[in-house]
């Protein structure tokens, strides 16, 4: 009994060991990020370029510097497709909401629960140590609003969601902006995968 408890620990420490090196290499190697993409334009379509402001909810006014972070980050991959923050006289009115959530991995949970905890003697089984150690994933999803203030009209709507295993969210948001900004200033309502190329993040004294 007391050999079996210690190829068990010896067998645990192995798994875990093996899986903080694969979350370590992700870290280091480029990756590619797929979000679900749906966007919307209204019948007048966003300029090109143009200029905009920032618009916020009654509930981001209550988390500022959150939203003055997603704003930063938003920024300059705002600019890539045209779209120019202007402090006066701006054509439209964006807002953004953006949230990561931990959520259960789609494939332990079906796998969990084709486990069976009884076996054909009766005795009790542990599910797989496999599942066992499988860590929680991620939900990414942005929203994005374009509003004319001129005529109140939303001109261009667009969501984007990634779920995966990564938690660095200072690389995988802005990819999932990125991907948000995909069809700008175009639509395509149905759903639609985005690849985006993500970077290895680069780790730097302090």
């Known amino acids: 009994m007391l050999r079996s408890s210690l190829h068990f620990k010896a067998f645990l420490c192995r798994a875990l060991g093996v899986f903080c090196l694969l979350v370590l290499g992700g870290c280091a190697t480029t990756r590619v990020i797929d979000s679900e993409v749906r966007s919307f334009a209204g019948s007048t379509p966003p300029t090109q370029p143009a200029s905009y402001r920032f618009e916020r909810l009654l509930s981001q006014d209550l988390q500022a510097p959150t939203q003055e972070r997603l704003e930063t980050i938003a920024q300059p991959l705002l600019e890539r497709v045209g779209l120019r923050k202007a402090v006066t006289e701006p054509q439209y009115a964006l807002i953004m909401t953006a949230s990561v959530e931990a959520i259960e991995n789609p494939t332990f949970s079906r796998s969990w629960k084709r486990q069976q905890w009884l076996d054909r ?86």
């Open 121 to 206: 003697d009766g005795f009790m089984r542990l599910p797989s140590m496999g599942l066992m150690l499988e860590p929680s994933w991620k939900r990414y999803s942005v929203t994005l609003l374009l509003r004319d203030i001129a005529s109140s009209q939303t001109v261009f709507e667009s969501s984007a969601q990634h779920i995966g295993p990564w938690s660095d969210t200072q690389q995988l948001l802005p990819a999932v902006i990125r991907a948000a900004l995909s069809d700008y200033p175009n639509a395509q309502p149905q759903p639609h995968p985005v690849f985006i190329e993500v970077s290895p993040t680069v780790v730097t004294s302090p």
